[in-house]
């Protein structure tokens, strides 16, 4: 009983059982017309909008980056023991988080 769950016999298995779905929800739906709305953007009842909302991925890359430097900051702390380094890093992540959002 065991072989069933092995990945072959389980994608030999899966793959008949999805078409059938396919082919029973393709039943369901009923036949398909052809409107202007239906290749309209769906923003939730509101129109979108025509601007960019923020051009390229300098925005994106600036908050990736405060974030990774936050996160394995604070990695970093909390697998050293409390020590005086430990706060000359503390100072140091601070500067560069300041720095990174000033800058």
Known sequence: ????????????IYIPLVLLI??????LAGPAEESPRKSETYGS????????????YRPFFLVALFFAIL????????LSDFSH????????LAIGLVALLLG
């Open 71 to 78: 996160h394995l900051g604070m990695l970093v702390l909390g």
């Open 85 to 92: 380094t430990s706060a000359i890093y503390i100072a140091g």
């Open 22 to 27: 396919l082919w029973a929800g393709r039943q």
């Open 1 to 12: 009983m065991g072989f069933l769950v092995s990945p072959p016999v389980a994608f030999l």
């Open 45 to 56: 009842g509101e129109e979108a909008p025509n601007y960019m909302a923020a051009p390229g």
